[in-house]
């Protein structure tokens, strides 16, 4: 991670982070968040996502104690809510590994007011997901069936299942993923130690730094390491939901039989990711206050990342219908013409004005700078989100081969609070994140700083920002 | 400032060896411990009669069917019913104290409450018919019955034990005549040819 001799001004002249952001007033608005009381906010919003969570307990508590029976899976919609949600809360994660890896080797730099807020989404998105295939099997207690472990049964899970491949790409994802969030945290870390004055909290946040103290040494090795981490996590990003596309794509089964799935999840990953990282940056950002760190510009970016991801999964919606048509498979045809027209197709029409049409607005400069036009849309594709999942698994599985088994999957209520109460999860663990962890890569966000600039002066730094090359001019002073 | 002792420099390669041989180790400790080989071989539960096999099998000879009636022809091979034990009891021993509960079921005809000790799970379909018909001897599984005073299990019935056959079926097969010969050896059958037999090693083989 080595930034340049002299922080260039990527996008156009204007600064990464927002006028008057200085090395100071960066770590106080950062550190000062985890220092001061909690305020009040933040305890209705706690305690009204641990009360989800407290729900979600309850539901997986009957669960167990009852059986899978009290989902409303049933012949022939044998998946339904859970792998829904599995699939949903995975496709979350992706935005925090394309922003923190992909964007990283790529040198956009805009990455670094946002990258250690979307990595935290990440590992709270996967543990959510984590939830829904352990507790889908039926008999949880056999959940570790799924790793390959030694027993006197000799058996070994099928290597030739895409549900084998899944374990495996998620649990090399949430390491990874934890990670790189961690190493990246170190020097930020470090910065909280020195800050603080009780000497509890000295001893916890020096623990977690691991004796960090920014020597050149330290930096050295730190950037190494994010740097392949960084090289571990680009293919991840593309790996883990073509795994999970896998599941449903190396099956037999018209609308889940397509060679469009990886690329298309993959897309859509990226695109549901953006979607929860805007809709919770808009709200912390006027929260803590942090304009000045994220700016417009960081926002207007991510956008434009939204509308490039909802298109290509558009494209992959009207692909899957050419091909339907086009293959000639009676099969494959009846099941796309039930999707859109069948008794599911008010759950597909919500999928396109969602994920298709709701994004189009953000071609329009006006629009897609405009807070409550981009909050509304990063919702709206969420919810297409959830929908489309659904609409892939439950609308290909409840009219299959045989129409005597025909269904109609309806939720049960414990359907419904356990997914509440993944969202009850995923909000406790990212408020507690919000209290207690630099909510911004303090570290990162500095080396875009003009402060940064080794010929930095406070009185040249207007004038600095509207010079096309200042490399040469200031290099002879 | 200094906040930990420099001794906690440490820690961390401590910790990566604990944890390098605690994970490892518990998984290897629960393979080779928690198993049948542990829990199911040597157990011998006391039964409602002390019925002696080493007695009837062993020192007067009776041959394994004469009780387990139903073993060449269909899955379970069966418990004996209290008519089979009076056929010789009702004029044999008729005052021993240890016949008394025998005795009691005749009357009553409530039958004898023996116990489980070869207890597979019901997820397990197992058939005796189809093992003793292709030359697995009764001793393979269950032991030496002629010699237990009390039965006892004498191999772990479990699914690697079973997959250890069905994979490799040749050593355990004897010709039809022998099944229920206790002290039968692969010497006495010189020129034996085992069946080619192909018993499933798929899931749904025993899982139906």
């Known amino acids: 991670m080595s930034y340049p001799y002299l922080p260039k001004k990527e996008l156009g002249e204007v600064p990464l982070a927002g006028e008057g952001a200085t090395f100071r007033s960066l770590t106080e608005a950062v550190a000062r968040v985890t ?19 407290g729900v979600m307990t309850i539901a997986i508590g009957y669960l167990f104690w009852t059986g899978i029976g009290v989902w409303g899976n049933n012949a022939p919609v044998y998946w339904a809510w859970d792998i829904t949600n599995f699939v949903w809360w995975i496709g979350i994660g992706h935005a925090g590994t394309l922003i923190s890896a992909v964007l990283f080797l790529f040198r956009q730099k805009w990455r670094t007011s946002i990258n250690r807020f979307a990595e935290a989404m990440t590992i709270f998105a996967v543990i959510c997901a984590l939830v829904f295939p352990g507790i889908h099997v039926g008999r949880t207690w056999y959940a570790y069936y799924m790793l390959p472990l030694p027993s006197e049964m000799q058996m070994w899970p099928n290597f030739k299942s895409p549900l084998i491949w899944d374990v495996f790409a998620v649990s090399t994802y949430a390491t990874v993923s934890t990670l790189f969030w961690y190493v990246g945290l170190i020097p930020d870390l470090a910065t909280l130690r020195d800050r603080a004055r009780n000497p509890l909290r000295k001893k916890i946040y020096g623990a977690l730094a691991l004796g ?27 790996s883990v939901h073509s795994v999970v596309s896998f599941d449903f794509a190396t099956s037999v089964l018209p609308g ?8 298309y999840f993959v897309a859509g990953a990226v695109f549901s990711g953006f ?3 805007m809709t919770l940056m808009l709200i912390t950002r006027a929260v803590y206050g942090m304009r000045s760190i994220v700016t417009m510009k960081h926002l207007e970016l991510m956008n434009k990342i939204m509308l490039v991801t909802g298109s290509l999964v558009g494209y992959a919606y009207g692909m899957e219908f050419f091909i339907a ?15 859109a027209f069948g008794p599911y197709a008010w759950a597909y029409w919500t999928m396109i004005s969602c994920n298709v049409i709701s994004p189009q607005l953000f071609w329009f400069k006006k629009l897609r700078t405009s807070i409550p036009v981009m909050f509304v849309v990063s919702i709206t594709i969420n919810i297409g989100m959830w929908f489309e999942r659904f609409v892939i698994i439950v609308t290909s599985l409840h009219r299959d081969f045989l129409p005597s088994s025909w269904g109609y999957f309806r939720p049960t209520l414990v359907d419904i609070f356990t997914y509440c109460g993944t969202l009850g999860l995923f909000f406790t663990a990212f408020l507690l994140f919000l209290r207690w962890v630099p909510m911004i890569a303090i570290a990162e966000v500095k080396g875009v700083l003009p402060e940064s600039d080794p010929h930095y002066h406070p009185e040249e730094a207007h004038a600095d920002h509207h010079h096309a090359e ?7 002073e | 400032m200094q906040i930990f002792p420099r001794s906690l420099n440490k820690l961390p390669f401590i910790a990566a060896a604990v944890g390098g041989i605690l994970g490892p180790g518990v998984v290897l400790a629960a393979w080779y411990y928690v198993t049948p080989k542990n829990f199911q071989v040597g157990y011998a539960p006391t039964q409602p009669v002390p019925y002696s096999h080493r007695l009837h099998a062993g020192q007067m000879g009776m041959d394994c069917r ?36 025998v005795r009691s079921s005749w009357e009553t005809g409530k039958p004898v409450e023996w116990v489980h000790v070869h207890k597979l799970p019901d997820h397990a ?27 006892a299990s004498d191999q772990p019935i479990n699914m690697g034990w079973c997959l250890d056959c069905h994979r490799n079926p040749t050593p355990n097969l004897r010709p039809r005549d022998q099944v229920t010969n206790m002290t039968w050896t692969p010497e006495q059958s010189k020129g034996f040819t085992p069946p080619e037999v192909h018993p499933p090693t798929h899931c749904s083989g025993c899982h139906r």
């Open chain 1, 35 to 53: 220092e001061n009381p909690a305020p009040r906010g933040w305890w209705i919003a706690f305690l009204s996502a641990a009360s989800f969570l």
């Open chain 1, 212 to 238: 960090w103290r920014g020597a050149n040494r330290h930096w050295q090795n730190y950037e190494r390491a994010y740097l392949i981490l960084a090289a571990l996590s680009t293919p991840l990003v593309l």
């Open chain 1, 256 to 263: 889940w039989h397509a060679t469009i799935f990886p690329p």
């Open chain 1, 275 to 277: 979607a929860m990282v």
């Open chain 1, 325 to 339: 048509w086009y293959g000639g498979n009676d099969y494959e045809l009846f099941c796309f013409k039930n999707r």
């Open chain 1, 470 to 476: 200042p490399v040469a001019a200031e290099a002879e």
């Open chain 2, 66 to 101: 004469y009780c387990h009636a139903n073993v060449e022809k269909s899955a379970k091979a069966m418990i004996p019913p209290t008519q089979t034990c009076m056929g010789c009891h009702a004029m044999v021993r008729t005052e021993s104290a240890k016949l008394a509960p």
């Open chain 2, 125 to 151: 379909y197992f058939d005796h018919s189809v093992h003793v018909g292709v030359g697995v001897g009764c001793a393979t599984c269950h032991g030496r019955v002629d010699q237990m005073e009390v039965v």
